[in-house]
């Protein structure tokens, strides 16, 4: 069964632009959750969608959105980005046959604001 | 509020040798997962081990086992016979509401 996929790998941004990530979830996931890791704060959850509806959310500014399709595909959007935006985004997917359920990751997308 | 500490930023051991690192938590939860993730200089995040809070056996995978002390509130993994292949980032994470909260990561370097 193929894995949790994230594009794109990379990508390079000015300040005060938007950016999309889009994530794949393993195949009868359902659960897509988001994380930002950097070297000074670690890894810190964004979000988590269950059936296309935001369940739970992260200390993040508003800039910070995100939406999932039926086909539990996730994207999340950053707006009027920031230096500080810098980082690893990592997307896990889970069966959440429950509301615990293991967290499988992508490989993540680095994103560098100039 | 739940934290998950990890005291030891960085390990060596050698080849062969066992390992421990490090886990301890806190939550009111009674509920809730453990986990060690592992991530290599690639960057991709990759589960080994599991523990269910409310199982008193400790998980073991293969050469991985842990240590799971709930009233101490304590979670360690044990790495036996390190393989060159171990070298990674581990982080203990703590997941309640199917929201993972992690620590800040041992980084762990098998020496041949």
């Known amino acids: 069964k193929a894995g949790v996929t994230q594009t794109p790998r990379y990508l390079i941004k000015t300040r005060g632009q938007q950016v999309t990530l889009s994530c794949s979830p393993i195949s009868g996931h359902r659960s897509v959750s988001w994380y930002q890791q950097t070297p000074g704060q670690g890894l810190q959850f964004l979000f988590e969608y269950f059936s296309e509806t935001q369940r739970n959310k992260g200390n993040f500014p508003g800039r910070f959105s995100g939406r999932q399709f039926s086909n539990s595909r996730s994207e999340m959007n950053v707006s009027t980005l920031e230096l500080g935006d810098s980082a690893l985004y990592l997307c896990?997917?889970?069966?959440?046959?429950?509301?615990?359920?293991?967290?499988?990751f992508g490989p993540g997308t680095r994103l560098t604001v100039l | 509020a739940q934290t998950v500490t990890q005291s030891q930023p960085e390990m060596s051991v050698q080849e062969a040798e066992t390992v421990t690192l490090s886990c301890t938590y806190d939550?009111?939860?009674?509920?809730?997962?453990l986990f060690w993730y592992k991530q290599p200089p690639s960057r991709q995040m990759i589960l080994v081990i599991r523990?269910?809070?409310?199982?008193?056996q400790n998980a073991t995978e293969n050469r991985f086992s842990v240590n799971f002390q709930k009233a101490a509130k304590s979670f360690s993994l044990k790495i036996s016979d390190s393989q060159l292949g171990d070298t990674a980032m581990y982080f203990c994470a703590f997941m309640a509401e199917n929201k993972l909260i992690f620590g800040t990561g041992t980084l762990l370097a098998v020496q041949p």
């Open positions: 939550t009111s939860e009674n509920n809730y997962y």
């Open positions: 896990a997917s889970s069966l959440d046959t429950r509301t615990l359920g293991t967290q499988y």
């Open positions: 523990q269910e809070a409310y199982k008193q």
